[in-house]
């Protein structure tokens, strides 16, 4: 008596290779630069990246406009150094 034997078909997806084009592509001499050569993703993804590099070296800093001493519109530089 056989316990637990099944037939199992395995399909394999056959997939293009695309490597060439891409060589093609990444190799060729038109002035955009590697890391933008692939498209309108790799244009989002890099200004994502320096975005959230530019955020996280520069934060945004707080600023208090309340005080009737000043001129409207001059920062306090006492304020952006203390915290609330």
């Known amino acids: 008596m056989r316990c637990g034997t099944s037939n199992i078909t395995v399909s394999r997806r056959q997939f293009e290779n695309k490597v060439p084009e891409k060589q093609k592509l990444f190799q060729e001499d038109n002035g955009i630069p590697v890391h933008l050569k ?5 244009a989002l993804l890099y200004r994502a990246t320096m975005m959230l590099t530019l955020w996280l070296l520069f934060p945004r800093s707080k600023i208090d406009f309340s005080s009737s001493q000043q001129a409207v519109g001059s920062v306090s530089f006492s304020s952006l150094w203390t915290s609330n």
Do not use: Q
Request: hydrophobic residues 40%; charged residues 40%.
């Open 38 to 42: 692939d498209g309108v993703a790799d």
